[in-house]
């Protein structure tokens, strides 16, 4: 056989007759799966895969046959539906929210200030995670849409930063403390998936953002900590940052993020949505640790606010009072 | 834009439980965890239930949906909103045709993209052979290089192997081929060793630019492009018996030993043996789709990958023409490296 520059030798199987490999050779038109052609010539299958092979190789072969593909949206749907049950069961329903939706003025006050804390150490490191897709390859849409979201997120964790001003904890604190390891893991977690599976990685976005948190305008699960926050007398000093905070996440519309990367996305090859859909679980798991971690730690007041690595792991670099009047 | 306007063909998720009320329609969801209840117009509870079926029913797109709705498309609007908001809203669109193709029918289109680009683009090295007008010093320097492509190899491929959407198919014969590429560089050292190059030379010896390049595309697109490290496996792993016996033939002509030779020899007998060159359809063919946009950066790789290794040829010719080996602490031969740097490439023009 020959096309352009490229010859290159058949060489059938004895009992393959000149005819059958001539009846294959034509019937390679794109008309034929390769099970059509193997009834309709005579050959068996594996046989025939010897004799296509090597044009298969030199690039002789096109492939007719339509791909299998899953719809973006779809996929993200079915996350979403994961989401939305396992942030019923194992985070609304979990010890941390139950006890700031149920008997907010019961939850110690560090608590609070741990909660804020706790996304703080989650915000200073969002860059860890989301740096990982500004290249995304594969796709102008994307790369252009991770790179405006990153922009957004820039310096939120300073908008933050000064809800802890008022309890005299700097930024410089901050920055020596460690987070619980319920918030480690969380952001290892991400910046695994970002690298590892991107996808997956975008998928949780909105749900971090807060999709659930349309209803006020500023999102539920904020809202109730903000309303919770005011049950407890939490100061203002150090609520309103937090509020800020909610406000501009809802002015970017961050809740939808994964819904307009996935819509801007190609079509996803089979299996997707089963790999998506598992992950799912264990990210919600994870994020529900987020949670529960904290009324874990700082629901006992003894504990330093700030944890920081010294002569022992748990001392403190800022004297914390209770800040209610 | 707000979550629900992104949806192509809204669709209640099948989860959700619609049950009539006296005067509307009740929906609820997760074990009642989240539910809506929503008053009919009045006079208009027959359209209003048709318009319910057909959002279950997950065949229209937004508009058409839109159209369907008895009432204004404000009132549509705030309606999906009022769903979406409660998690009750799916997408039930399909994938449009044209879009993409498959592994198999995608490597068909870059092996043909590599044929193309090959066509017009020739080697200076191989050029050289052919005319007898290589050097023993150039053919040292191939083997340098050649080195250096071996030595950075495992490093190149290992990222591709922390991916965990590839599919455990892609990533078993990905792994097994890591595994064959391993210690190939030994096999050049024993070569580099029979004209007096030490291993603890090679190791503080810079490679050309163009093979940094190529090794540093391929190590990339394994971090962050998994079908651009697969694509660009065949124009590096293809074998070349036309090219293998001139080399050979040259090597004798410059009184180039067999210690020297024969490795070399063995090691692009391992890539044929092992049949390297089917490697990426091999991984290609677990892809069940592979978008156009992505079809098309993997094309672009694979021929970047032809022209680098062009280029890399001109730059085997022109610094190791006379630049000696490439360990450089504070001397440096500027006239070689404007050579190597300055002078247009033939083969690329």
């Known amino acids: ?325 | 834009m707000a979550g629900h306007e992104l949806l192509r063909r809204p669709t209640l998720r099948r989860e959700v439980e619609r049950t009539e009320t006296a005067d509307g329609v009740r929906l609820s969801y997760l074990a009642d965890k989240h539910w809506i209840e929503l008053e009919y117009l009045e006079g208009r509870a027959d359209e209003s239930r048709k318009f319910f079926e057909a959002l279950a029913s997950g065949t229209r797109t937004a508009d058409d949906l839109a159209t369907e709705f008895p009432g204004s498309r404000e009132e549509f609007d705030a309606v999906l909103e009022a769903l979406d908001e409660q998690g009750m809203l799916a997408d039930s669109d399909t994938v449009p045709l044209g879009s993409g193709i498959t592994g198999v029918g995608a490597y068909a289109q870059l092996k043909r993209a590599a044929d193309a680009a090959r066509a017009t683009i020739n080697s200076p090295f191989t050029d050289a052979l052919v005319a007898g007008k290589v050097s023993r010093d150039q053919i040292i320097g191939y083997a340098i290089e050649y080195w250096h492509v071996t030595h950075l190899c495992p490093r190149a491929l290992a990222p591709l192997l922390a991916r965990d959407d590839i599919g455990i198919e892609v990533w078993q014969q990905f792994m097994a081929f890591y595994q064959a590429e391993r210690n190939h560089d030994r096999m050049l050292e024993k070569s580099l060793k029979a004209v007096g190059i030490t291993r603890e030379q090679l190791l503080q010896m810079q490679p050309l630019p163009a093979t940094m390049s190529i090794m540093a595309t391929m190590g990339v697109h394994a971090y962050q492009f998994p079908l651009g490290i697969v694509s660009t496996l065949f124009p590096m792993e293809e074998p070349e018996p036309d090219f293998l016996e001139l080399f050979l033939a040259r090597c004798r002509e410059n009184d180039l030993s067999e210690e020297f030779f024969k490795p070399i020899a063995a090691h692009s007998g391992v890539n044929e043996d092992e049949e390297h060159e089917a490697v990426t359809l091999d991984l290609l063919a677990e892809f069940s789709f592979v978008g156009n946009e992505e079809l098309n950066e993997c094309a672009k790789a694979v021929v970047d990958i032809i022209e680098l290794r062009a280029r890399l040829d001109g730059q085997i010719m022109s610094w190791y023409a006379d630049g000696g080996l490439r360990i450089f602490s504070d001397a440096y031969p500027v006239a070689t490296g404007r050579a190597l740097t300055c002078s247009p490439l033939a083969a690329l023009l």
């Not at chain 1, 059958?20 to 799966?33: K, Y």
């Not at chain 1, 995670?129 to 102008?140: K, N």
């Not at chain 1, 504990?303 to 010294?310: N, Q, Y």
């Open chain 1, 1 to 325: 056989m020959r096309s352009g520059e490229v010859t290159f030798e058949v060489e059938p199987e004895d009992d393959i007759t000149a005819e059958q490999l001539g009846a294959v050779l034509r019937s390679a038109d794109g008309s034929a799966s390769l099970s059509e052609i193997s009834a309709k010539t005579g050959v068996a299958p594996d046989k025939l895969t010897s004799i296509l092979l090597p044009a298969q190789i030199t690039g002789l072969l096109a492939d007719r046959s339509v791909p299998e593909a899953e719809s973006p949206m779809v996929v993200l749907s079915s996350v979403e539906h994961v989401v939305n049950r396992l942030l019923e069961e194992l985070i609304f329903n979990g010890p941390f929210w139950r006890a700031i939706l149920d008997h907010p003025e019961q939850v110690e006050p560090n608590v609070y200030y741990g909660f804020g804390l706790e996304n703080w150490f989650f915000l200073s490191r969002e860059s860890e995670f989301d740096s990982a897709i500004l290249s995304y390859p594969s796709s102008d849409a994307i790369r252009g849409m991770a790179n405006d979201f990153y922009h957004e997120e820039h310096r939120h964790d300073d908008i933050v930063v000064r809800a802890f001003e008022g309890l005299g904890i700097s930024r410089e604190d901050l920055v020596t403390a460690r987070p619980l390891s319920t918030t480690s893991g969380l952001i290892k977690l991400l910046s695994w998936w970002a690298r590892t599976d991107p996808l997956f990685f975008i998928a949780t976005i909105g749900i971090l953002e807060g999709r659930l948190e349309q209803a006020e305008g500023e999102g539920a699960y904020y809202d109730s900590f903000l309303r919770a926050c005011a049950t407890a007398g939490i100061p203002t000093h150090f609520v309103e940052p937090l509020r800020q905070h909610a406000r501009v996440n809802a002015g970017h519309d961050h809740g939808s993020v994964s819904r307009e990367f996935f819509a801007a996305l190609p079509p996803l090859p089979a299996g997707t949505q089963a790999r998506l859909v598992g992950k799912a679980h264990l990210f919600v798991e994870a994020y529900a640790e987020f949670f529960n971690g904290i009324l874990e730690y700082y629901g006992d007041p003894g504990r330093p606010l700030v944890r920081t690595i010294g002569s022992s792991p748990v001392t403190t670099t800022a004297g914390v009072e209770d800040g209610r009047p």
